[in-house]
């Protein structure tokens, strides 16, 4: 069986999205909304690209630090709340954006775009409960 190679899984995920308008057309995220982040990272400076499932909110992008079920946060998140300016091509467009991390148990805004993020890709729903903690919610304002 050969190595998982995440590079090569994510370059055929771009091509395909690029090749449809923005649209995942193959594979387990076929149909699904899907955004490529790319953040500086915390203690490298360096650009890393992430694979997301997204929801919107108004004219904002979603994304959940869910980190496929991990008992912590991924390391993206650390990413995006030392450095909150993002690049993100979502639905055939690429543009800067400005990260806002929700985070914490009782956080209104959190809750509120944790169940928005559920309504929109249910599948997320049990990540809670698998990871034992309040995922933290990414809200991506598009820069104008």
């Given at each position: 069986m050969a190595d998982w190679d995440p590079e090569a899984f994510e370059n055929s995920v771009l091509a395909d999205m690029r090749a449809h308008g923005g649209q995942v057309t193959e594979g387990w995220m076929k149909g699904e909304p899907v955004l490529f982040l790319t953040s500086t990272g915390a203690k490298t400076g360096l650009a890393?690209?992430?694979i997301l499932n997204f929801s919107r909110d108004g004219e904002a992008y979603v994304v959940a630090g869910t980190a496929g079920g991990a008992p912590t946060d991924p390391k993206w998140v650390a990413n995006v709340r030392a450095n909150p300016t993002v690049s993100v091509?979502?639905?055939?467009?690429?543009?800067?954006?400005?990260?806002?991390?929700?985070?914490?148990d009782s956080n209104p805004e959190?809750?509120?775009?944790?169940?928005?993020?559920?309504?929109?890709i249910p599948r997320f729903a049990g990540y809670p409960e698998q990871t034992g903690r309040a995922i933290p919610?990414?809200?991506?304002?598009?820069?104008t």
């Open positions: 890393r690209r992430n091509e979502a639905d055939g467009r690429v543009f800067e954006g400005q990260a806002a991390v929700a985070e914490g959190r809750e509120r775009l944790w169940d928005q993020h559920v309504a929109t919610m990414v809200r991506i304002t598009p820069k």
